[in-house]
C-alpha cells in the first residue's frame, strides 16, 4: 500500500521542504518576470523624466549644484508649460543663503504645482534614535507639496513593490509615484510595480538642455507632469529590478506612476488559490497515476504546467493580477521526477556500473595499475604501466611483480625484508613506499607505489599504484636548490643565510664567542644597470660574488640579499682582528676593479655591520640591524662602513612613529594654515599672505613646523598635505575676495605634486570650482622641484601662467644654479632667501648679494620679496636697496586666518577709510 502512494509523498514531502525554506521565491519571481517580458507596452507619455545625466554634471561642473540651477530649472519648466515639477533631490540640508534663497522665490512664483521629497531614514544615535523623517528645510515645505521617495528592496536585492505611502504618527504621507499619477489613497498597501512597461518609453529630456532652453527639450514638456531626479551613474542612485535591469531611483519613480495610471497596480492572488491548485493537482495525478503509462503522465503533466501558465498569464494581462505559480509547477517537476523514478531499474544499474567501474578505472588512469594474485604474479596490467615500464600485457601478466624492480629477481618478493608482515600491512589501508624500478631497457628510475589488499574469492589478491617520480625528484631537487640559493652568484640566499646565522649564533653563545654580519652594498650600481645594461650588471654581480667568496672562505657564509646587496658571517673568533679592521680589509678588496667579461669595472662598496649579542640577539635582529647601518652608510658616509649602535634604530623608530602620526593628523584634520603678511615696504600696506602649514598635535599642541615637514614632504603622505594645503589657501582667498580684500595668498609647491598628477589641470579645476582670480593666487617654488623634471615643470609653468598664476621662487640664491633658472623657467619673481636678509646691516656681502638681485630681478622685469625682516631698520635698508615688499615677524607672524583677517585686514579697511 505505501509503495502505491510514494510518488505523491514524494511530491508532499518536496513541497514541504522548498514551501518551509523559501527556495520556491526564486522560481516565483522568475515566472513573474517572465510575464513582463510576454507583456510589454509602452508609457502613457503624461509622466517626463529630466535626467540629472552625465552630460549635465560636466556642463555645470560641481555637484551637489548650487539651487540656483534648480530655480533657473523651474523657470524654465513654467515657461514651458508644464502642469507639476517633482524633485527626487535632496533639499533637507541649506545651502548658501543667496541659493537657497533664489530656490524659495522660484518655488513662490511655480504657486504650489512643485513636490519637493521626504524620505524616512533610521537614526541609531542620539537621543532621536529610531525611524527620522527627512524633510525639506522649512522655506521651502512652506511653498510645495511634498511626497515620500523611499523605495523598497525585496530580500533579492531587487525593487518589486512600491507603496502608495506610509505613515507617520497619524499622518498618511503620500508616496511620490502617488502624487505625480494624481492618486487619491489614502492606504499604506504595497502594489507590484509592472516592469512590462518599457522606461526606454517615458520622455526623458537632459537637465542641461531645460537650462539652455533648448525649445525640443521644453516642447516635449508641455502638459506633463515632470519629475527631476539623477540619472548618472556616478551619484549611485541606481536599483536592481526584475530581468537584470539596473534602473534609477527617479525613473523607478515614473513606472511607479505609470504603473497607476495605466491601472497595473500589480495585486497578488491568495494563497488559497495556490493551495487549491496543488490540491486539483495531486486528485488528479493520484486517479490517473495507474492507469495512465509514463508517457501519458509525461504528457498530462506538461499540458497541466502550460495551462497553468496560461491562466496566470491571463490573470497578468486583464486583470492585474499575479498567481504564484511557482509551488504548483515544482509539484508538478516532483511527479514528473517520480514517474522517471518508476521507469528506472537501479538494481540492474548498480550492477552494471559495478561490473565495469574496475575496468573504466583501470584502463583510463594515467598512472600504472597492477594486480596480483596471492603468489605476487601480476594480472592486470593498465595502458598507464606500459607507458612507464615499456612491458606490453602478453610479456608481463603472469610474471612476479619483484621483475620490475632494480634489485629484485624472478623469485623476488614485494617486501624481501617484511614478507611475513605482508599480509597485515596491506589491508585496505595500505601502504605508499618508493623503490628503484627498471624499464625494458634496462634503465633504472624513481617509483612510488600505492600498495593495498583485499580478500578475493582466490585468496589474497593484491592491487598497486605505480607512478613515475624521476621528473617530480629532479624538480624537487631544483626547487630545494632554487629555495636555499641565489641562481646568478650560486650563493647561498637570505633564507639559508638566516637559518645558518641562527645556527652560529646558538654556536657563539655557548662558546661565549660573538657573531659579526656584514651587509655590503655596491654604490651606485643602479647607475651602471642603466648606461651598461643588465647583462653587464649581472656580471659585475657575478664578479663581486666570486670575490667575496674567495676572499672569505671557509671563516663564514657569503650570500647574496638582493639587487646588489651581499652579506657576510664570520665567528669573531675567525676574523684575527677587530670588526672594523675586516670592514676597513672588505672596503680595500674592491679598490681593485672586478673582472666583468672582457670589461674591467670599478665599484665601491658601503657596509653596514652588526655584531652579536649587542648588536641583535637573534638571527633576524642581527640582519635588520646590519641593514639599517648600511642605509645609514649609505645616506652619511658612502664609500665606507657603520657599526650598528641602539641610536640608529631610534632614530628610525622615531621616524616612523612621526610617520604614523602624520596620517592620522591628516585622517583627524589637525593641520591647520597660518598666514603671514606680505607687505609693501613704501605703504605699509598688506599686499599678499604665505600660506604655512601648522599641525595641532592633541597633546603635543602646536608642533613647529621643523619637525615634522621634513618627514612629510619625504613620506607618501606629501601628495595629500599639499593637495589640501593648496585647496585651503585658495578658498580662504576667495573668501577674502568676496568680503573685498583683493590680495594674493602664496602657496609653496611640494616635489611629490609634480610627480603625481596633472598638477596645471588641478590648479585650474580649483579656480573654477572656488571662482578666485587667477591673478590672486601665487605659487612658490624651489630648486629640488626645478631639478626633478625641467622639461615637464617647464611645460606644467607654461599652462599655469596661461591660467593668470603667479610663479615666484623661494629661497633665492641658496641654490647650485639659480640663475639660470631664471633663464629657463617663465617665473614672475623671486623671494630672497631670509639667510641673506637677517644680517644685511652688518654684513657687506650679505648687502652686496641683496642688493645685485634686486637690480637683476628689476632688469629681469621680476618682483621680489625678501624674507625675515626682523626690524624697521632692516625694512628701511631694502626700501633704499631698491627691494619693494617685504615679509618677517617685523611685520607680523603667521597667525590663523581669522585672527590675520582682524589684525590685518580690517586694519587696512580702518586706514583707509581714515585717509578718505
Avoid at 523624466?49 to 523657470?75: Q, Y
Avoid at 630681478?857 to 633704499?880: D, H, M, P, Y
Wanted: with cysteine; proline share 4%; charged share 20%.
Amino acid at each position: 500500500m505505501l509503495r502505491r502512494f510514494m510518488p505523491h509523498i514524494l511530491v508532499v514531502v518536496t513541497l514541504l521542504t522548498v514551501g518551509l525554506s523559501g527556495c520556491y521565491e526564486l522560481l516565483s519571481h522568475a515566472l513573474i518576470d517572465l510575464r513582463f517580458r510576454l507583456d510589454s507596452r509602452p508609457a502613457s507619455g503624461e509622466i517626463a523624466v529630466v535626467a540629472i545625466d552625465p552630460r549635465s554634471l560636466e556642463a555645470i561642473g560641481v555637484w551637489p549644484w548650487p539651487r540656483t540651477a534648480h530655480a533657473r530649472l523651474l523657470e524654465q519648466l513654467q515657461r514651458a508649460g508644464v502642469r507639476d515639477v517633482a524633485f527626487d533631490v535632496d533639499f533637507s540640508a541649506p545651502s548658501d543663503a543667496a541659493s537657497d534663497q533664489a530656490f524659495a522665490a522660484a518655488l513662490q512664483n511655480a504657486k504650489g504645482s512643485v513636490v519637493l521629497p521626504i524620505f524616512k531614514q533610521l537614526n541609531t544615535t542620539g537621543k532621536e534614535a529610531g525611524i527620522h523623517v527627512n524633510r525639506p528645510l522649512t522655506p521651502f515645505e512652506q511653498l510645495a507639496w511634498t511626497a515620500l521617495v523611499n523605495i523598497e528592496v525585496a530580500r533579492d536585492g531587487r525593487v518589486r513593490s512600491y507603496a502608495f505611502g506610509d505613515r507617520d504618527d497619524k499622518t498618511f504621507l503620500q508616496s511620490m509615484g502617488a502624487f505625480l499619477a494624481g492618486s487619491n489613497a489614502t492606504t499604506d498597501m504595497s502594489f507590484l510595480v509592472d516592469y512590462g512597461i518599457d522606461p526606454s518609453s517615458l520622455p526623458k529630456v537632459s537637465y542641461v538642455d531645460i537650462l539652455r532652453g533648448d525649445a525640443t527639450a521644453l516642447a516635449k514638456l508641455k502638459d506633463k507632469r515632470v519629475i527631476v531626479g539623477a540619472t548618472a551613474i556616478e551619484l549611485g542612485d541606481y536599483y536592481s529590478v526584475p530581468n537584470g535591469r539596473v534602473l534609477p531611483g527617479v525613473v523607478l519613480q515614473a513606472l511607479a506612476a505609470e504603473s497607476i495610471i495605466q491601472h497595473r497596480t500589480l495585486l497578488s492572488t491568495s494563497m488559497t488559490a495556490t493551495v487549491a491548485g496543488l490540491l486539483l493537482i495531486v486528485m488528479t495525478m493520484l486517479l490517473s497515476w495507474r492507469s495512465l503509462s509514463a508517457a501519458r503522465r509525461a504528457l498530462l503533466i506538461a499540458m497541466i504546467s502550460i495551462g497553468i501558465e496560461a491562466v496566470a498569464v491571463l490573470l497578468h494581462v486583464r486583470y492585474a493580477l499575479t498567481f504564484d505559480t511557482s509551488l504548483l509547477q515544482i509539484a508538478l517537476v516532483a511527479y514528473l521526477a517520480a514517474t522517471a523514478l518508476d521507469e528506472i531499474d537501479f538494481r540492474g544499474l548498480l550492477r552494471h556500473v559495478a561490473e565495469s567501474r574496475f575496468e573504466r578505472i583501470a584502463m583510463s588512469i594515467g598512472d600504472g595499475l597492477v594486480c596480483t594474485d596471492q603468489d605476487k604474479r601480476i594480472t592486470v596490467w593498465n595502458p598507464g604501466a606500459v607507458a612507464i615500464f615499456g612491458y606490453g600485457p602478453d610479456e608481463i601478466i603472469g610474471q612476479p611483480f619483484a621483475r620490475l624492480r632494480a634489485d629484485g629477481s624472478e623469485t623476488g618478493e614485494l617486501f624481501p625484508q617484511q614478507e611475513a608482515a605482508l599480509p597485515a600491512t596491506l589491508l585496505p589501508g595500505g601502504a605508499t613506499v618508493e623503490f628503484d624500478g627498471r624499464r625494458k631497457d634496462g634503465e633504472v628510475f624513481p617509483v612510488e607505489a600505492s600498495f593495498s589488499a583485499w580478500q578475493g574469492a582466490d585468496g589474497l589478491q593484491y592491487g598497486v599504484i605505480l607512478r613515475d617520480i624521476s621528473v617530480r625528484k629532479r624538480e624537487a631537487a631544483r626547487i630545494r636548490y632554487l629555495a636555499e640559493y641565489d641562481t646568478l652568484t650560486a650563493l647561498i640566499n637570505r633564507n639559508t643565510l638566516q637559518a645558518e646565522l641562527a645556527g652560529m649564533i646558538a654556536a657563539a653563545d655557548a662558546a661565549s664567542d660573538r657573531v659579526v654580519l656584514l651587509v655590503i652594498g655596491l654604490d651606485a650600481f643602479q647607475h651602471i644597470n642603466d648606461m651598461l645594461g643588465h647583462s653587464f650588471g649581472d656580471r659585475v654581480l657575478r664578479a663581486a660574488a666570486e670575490r667575496l667568496h674567495r676572499e672569505i672562505g671557509s671563516m663564514g657564509r657569503v650570500a647574496r640579499l638582493s639587487g646588489d646587496e651581499f652579506a657576510v658571517a664570520i665567528p669573531c673568533s675567525a676574523i684575527g682582528g677587530t670588526v672594523a679592521e675586516l670592514a676597513e680589509h672588505l672596503s680595500h678588496l674592491f679598490e681593485a676593479p672586478l673582472e666583468a667579461g672582457a670589461r674591467q669595472q670599478r665599484v665601491k662598496i658601503s657596509l653596514g655591520v652588526a655584531v652579536h649579542p649587542e648588536g641583535g640577539h637573534t638571527a633576524d635582529e642581527l640582519l635588520s640591524n646590519a641593514h639599517l647601518a648600511l642605509c645609514r652608510a649609505k645616506t652619511d658616509a658612502r664609500g665606507s662602513h657603520v657599526i650598528f649602535e641602539s641610536a640608529i634604530r631610534r632614530e628610525i623608530e622615531q621616524r616612523l612613529t612621526l610617520e604614523a602620526e602624520l596620517a592620522l593628523a591628516v585622517e583627524r584634520n589637525e593641520f591647520e594654515l597660518f598666514y603671514q603678511p606680505q607687505v609693501d615696504l613704501l605703504s605699509g600696506r598688506v599686499i599678499g599672505a604665505e600660506a604655512l602649514i601648522r599641525w595641532r598635535h592633541p597633546t603635543r599642541g602646536l608642533v613647529p613646523p621643523g619637525d615634522f615637514i621634513p618627514v612629510v614632504n619625504t613620506s607618501p603622505l606629501s601628495e595629500a598635505v599639499a593637495t589640501w594645503v593648496m585647496t585651503t589657501a585658495v578658498r580662504q582667498a576667495r573668501t577674502w575676495q568676496l568680503d573685498g580684500h583683493e590680495i594674493r595668498v602664496g602657496v609653496n609647491l611640494s616635489p611629490s605634486q609634480f610627480q603625481s598628477g596633472d598638477l596645471a589641470a588641478f590648479v585650474s579645476k580649483l579656480l573654477t570650482v572656488t571662482g578666485l582670480s587667477p591673478r590672486l593666487l601665487e605659487l612658490e617654488v624651489t630648486e629640488d622641484i626645478l631639478l626633478h623634471d625641467e622639461p615637464g615643470v617647464l611645460q606644467t609653468f607654461n599652462r599655469m601662467r596661461a591660467l593668470g598664476v603667479s610663479l615666484v621662487f623661494d629661497d633665492f640664491g641658496t641654490g647650485y644654479a639659480s640663475l639660470s633658472y631664471l633663464k629657463k623657467f617663465p617665473l614672475d619673481g623671486l623671494k630672497i632667501d631670509r639667510s641673506f636678509v637677517r644680517d644685511v646691516l652688518t654684513r657687506a656681502d650679505d648687502a652686496a648679494i641683496v642688493g645685485s638681485t634686486v637690480s637683476l630681478s628689476k632688469q629681469l622685469g621680476l618682483s621680489v620679496i625678501a624674507e625675515g625682516i626682523e626690524n624697521a631698520a632692516t625694512a628701511e635698508f631694502l626700501l633704499r636697496l631698491g627691494c619693494e615688499h617685504g615679509q618677517g615677524y617685523h611685520f607680523g607672524k603667521p597667525t590663523p586666518a581669522a585672527d590675520f583677517t582682524q589684525r590685518f585686514l580690517q586694519v587696512d579697511d580702518t586706514r583707509r577709510a581714515g585717509a578718505a
